[in-house]
């Protein structure tokens, strides 16, 4: 298993921004197989009606389909989404997007299955979507890859 | 430490039953007494909608209530929504909870809980479709539960 932590936080400040990788978030190397991703990640908005876009994106589009979920809890609601992992990610940015609640502290919790057809390279990618503010992820948000299986 | 992970290995598809009856590759035989941490992350599909999935964990005979499960639905067909699912507990009894599957739509179910078997025997995953239909429900190569276990049962 290999375990990436963000140490610092990292702020993203825009309207409707596409996602972009994170440096704290990628593995290289990967050999070929199945893997487990799971995570969790503490995000704060500055403002009302803002969102996290994010998805995984491998340098190589799984022949075998393979999947990212998300399920957001935050004080004032909850909200998931699914999407498959593709590359290039979804060109549309509200494809890869989860609401955050309305500037509060919102954990989010990753689970997905990625199958590498090859060696390849994983990052996380994320953004800041909806309305214009700053969006940061705290230090301490996890994502894991277990495997190959 | 137990630890005991169920990968599928390849699709899986079921139509023209509402029974649910054994994922065979997503079953614990033999598990003994004790206290396990439950984590899946289970993928279905379906091509046609009001379908839908009717699925769940079986406990053991013997063990009925003895079980906590938190599982989240999210779904490929909508951005965000009211998607989540929470069951409090899972039995040894049958299963009939439905997860709605839209036209060609995927779904995870993200699942944590914690199992208590008391009276050993076999965890499952059973399911089925929801309404019968010639048109095929079907679980995801990839599709996995593991548990976990560092406790006696007390």
């Known amino acids: 298993m290999i375990i990436k932590t963000k140490l610092t936080d990292t702020q993203k400040s825009g309207f409707n921004q596409t996602p972009v990788e994170d440096t704290d ?29 994010c998805t995984i994106v491998p340098s190589v589009t799984p022949a075998i389909p393979s999947f ?11 909200s998931s ?43 996380f990618y994320w953004g800041a979507y909806g309305a214009s503010g700053a969006i940061t992820m705290r230090a301490g948000s996890t994502i894991s890859l277990e495997g190959p299986f | 430490m137990t630890d005991i992970l169920k990968i599928k290995t390849e699709n899986t598809s079921r139509n023209l039953t509402t029974t649910v009856v054994d994922d065979t590759e997503l ?30 964990l079986r406990l053991p005979e013997g063990n009925a209530a003895a079980a906590r499960l938190m599982c989240s639905r999210t779904n490929s067909a909508t951005f965000s929504g009211t998607n989540d699912y929470l069951n409090n507990a899972i039995t040894d009894e049958a299963i009939t909870k439905s997860f ?24 499952s995953f059973q399911w089925a479709q929801n309404s019968s239909s010639a048109t095929a429900v079907t679980v995801r190569q990839g599709s996995w539960l593991r548990l976990r276990n560092n406790v006696e049962a007390g």
């Open chain 2, 100 to 123: 709605t599957i839209a036209a060609n739509a995927t779904i995870g179910l993200m699942i944590k809980g914690v199992v208590h078997i008391v009276s050993p025997g076999t965890l």
């Open chain 2, 27 to 56: 079953l614990f035989e033999d598990l003994e007494p004790g206290v396990y941490a439950l984590t899946g992350y289970i993928l279905a599909t379906c091509t046609a909608a009001n379908i839908n999935l009717k699925a769940g």
């Open chain 1, 25 to 53: 978030f990628q593995w290289t190397n990967l050999e070929s197989g199945m893997y487990i991703i799971d995570g969790a990640l503490l995000v704060v908005s500055s403002v009302a009606s803002k969102s996290l876009a």
């Open chain 1, 68 to 78: 990212i979920s998300a399920h957001a809890y935050a004080s004032s609601s909850t």
């Open chain 1, 81 to 123: 989404m699914l999407r498959p992992i593709t590359n290039p990610m979804a060109s549309t940015v509200s494809q890869n997007s989860m609401l955050l609640g309305n500037g509060t502290n919102t954990v989010i919790k990753l689970s997905g299955i990625l199958f590498a057809p090859e060696t390849i390279d994983v990052s």
